[in-house]
């Protein structure tokens, strides 16, 4: 039998992936952290001032800068009867609050035409700034630019403290040993930072304002000619002024720290009047819904992101007169109040408002609304010294929707503006908005403010807000829309809508 013809065998040739695999994917994070360190390279480039001042800087409770001027001019006018009462070279935030408002007092660093200390504050949780997100960098470096005097908002100087959870519990616990039980027992640390705003501007005076605030003009030229001409009530004909009894020196009160009851007493006051500045983020006509149709509790309601007042300002003391109440009355239900009454927005606008009404019982609130005034509105003085800014000075730029009067960034009674107001720039978002009953479905992209359909899939929902709010017949109305009340009752700002859809699986990202 002939030999069987040689077949060659068929062989199969198995690849292995894994080495090309490994190294694709070390390619790619390698290619990620490249780019995320030139991206941090950038803005850390970019903000350098954070990186001196908060990153490197060092200090218990909280980060600061104060001019030396401040101290070479102190230390040069300093005589055996006026001796300088604070730590020039303080350790821990308190006694950087402490020199910072000292040297205020004795160069006369004030917001122009008023009583006001030029010493900003701010709070965050850390100084782990390589975490901050950019555009909470470049606000804060902007504060710390203003406060060099080397600013595009203006060439004056001024004192900036950021104070950390600690320095905030430090200032609570040290100076304010009476709501020190109180202020622990607030749910939210939400109410704890509002609370802390309030408290440090009471003792320190100055300005405060969030950390995503972002300055348009100096702090020091806040107040204009116009907002302290007499204004007149059209509907009572009551006219206001400034009319502030002038006094020789600040009070400090016998519970305060002994160090600060001598710092405080030692200097005379500015001989000026504004002791404290308020802006409007909500001006509706009182004789309609729009206001609580928007989520607003006043038709005319200030903002808490920024204000300012002098040390010991009635309205200080009146807020956290009334938080102590609140606290004492709803010991066993704080969990189920909203934050925004208890401390936000809301509750600093009854306090204001509750003092002025105090000083002048025909005082109207409402008269305040810029509603009928010129393009841009113009700041109003009620209670003798409070100066309350139209909707432009603290919250321009809102473009058309729910816009109430305010104005551009670039118009001159724009201040400031809060990134967070704006928080659509920060977001590309690709939003899949619910099936009926509740809303249409239909995807969005915006990039920037969100086109209509967004705003009223979000006003849809704050709307429902505000008729739980304000109606007993809306106090079922979410059950048709599958809400909880408990999830309803933590809706209070467009954002806080998008994260309610997103939990209910209602839109995508």
């Known amino acids: 039998m002939p030999p069987a013809p040689f077949l060659p065998q068929r062989t199969t040739t198995r690849c292995n992936f894994r080495p090309l695999f ?43 800068y104060i001019p030396n001027s401040w101290r070479e001019t102190a230390i040069a006018e300093s005589t055996s009867s006026t001796p300088i009462l ?16 000292e040297l205020a007092l004795r160069n006369d660093q004030y917001i122009e035409h008023s009583k006001i200390p030029l010493v900003a504050h701010q709070t965050w949780k850390d100084f782990d700034t390589a975490h901050w997100s950019p555009y909470v960098r470049e606000s804060v470096d902007g504060w ?46 939400v109410e704890k930072a509002d609370t802390f705003r309030v408290t440090v501007l009471r003792w320190f005076g100055g300005i405060y304002a969030d950390v995503d605030v972002n300055l348009i003009q100096h702090p020091a030229e806040w107040i204009h000619d116009e907002d302290l001409t007499d204004w ?39 001989t000026v009047d504004v002791g404290a500045i308020f802006g409007i983020e909500a001006d509706n006509p009182s004789d309609t819904d729009a206001f609580w149709r928007m989520g607003y509790s006043f ?79 113009r700041g109003k003085v009620a209670a003798g010294d409070v100066l309350i800014l139209p909707i432009t000075g603290f919250s321009p730029g809102r473009g058309n929707f729910h816009r109430m009067g305010s104005e551009p960034l670039s118009h001159p009674n ?19 908005v619910a099936q ?40 079922t109305e979410h059950l048709q829309y599958g809400i909880s009340r408990p999830q309803l009752l933590k809706i209070t700002n467009e954002t806080d809508v998008l994260n309610f859809l997103y939990t209910l699986g209602r839109y995508e990202v």
């Open 299 to 377: 038709p005319v309601q200030i903002t808490n992101w920024a204000f300012a007042m002098a040390p010991h300002h009635p309205t200080a003391l009146g807020f956290l007169a009334q938080l102590e109440t609140e606290i004492a009355l709803n010991s066993t239900r704080l969990p189920k109040i909203d934050p925004l009454d208890l401390t936000g927005p809301p509750a600093l606008t009854k306090a204001v408002k509750t003092h002025c009404e105090s000083m002048s019982p025909s005082f109207r609130w409402d008269a305040l609304s810029g509603g009928n005034d010129t393009q841009g509105g």
């Open 22 to 64: 490994i190294l694709l994917s070390v390619s790619l994070l390698f290619g990620v952290w490249f780019l995320m360190s030139c991206y941090s390279g950038t803005i850390k480039h970019g903000t350098p001032l954070v990186e001196q001042y908060v990153e490197y800087g060092h200090g218990e409770g909280g980060r600061w």
């Open 144 to 189: 710390l630019q203003a406060a060099g005097g080397g600013s595009s908002v203006g060439d004056y100087e001024m004192a900036y403290i950021l104070w950390d959870d600690r320095g905030t519990e430090s200032l609570m616990n040290q100076y304010e040993p009476q709501i020190w039980d109180a202020f622990t027992r607030l749910p939210y640390n």
């Open 232 to 270: 007149t009530d059209s509907w009572t004909e009551d006219t206001y002024s400034l009319s502030v009894p002038k006094t020789k020196r600040y009070l400090a009160p016998v519970t305060s720290p002994s160090v600060y009851q001598k710092l405080l007493s030692a200097y005379r006051q500015s």
């Open 86 to 101: 604070s730590n020039l070279h303080p350790t821990t935030v308190l006694e950087a609050a402490e020199l910072a408002l």
């Open 436 to 475: 009926p009953p509740m809303f249409p479905a239909t995807y969005h992209r915006f990039s920037g403010k969100p086109d209509m359909a967004v705003y009223l899939c979000i006003n849809q929902v704050l709307d429902l807000r505000g008729r739980q709010r304000h109606s007993e017949q809306a106090k």
């Open 414 to 432: 724009a201040r400031l503006y809060h990134s967070a107001a704006g928080s659509w720039r920060k977001v590309d978002l690709k939003v899949k």
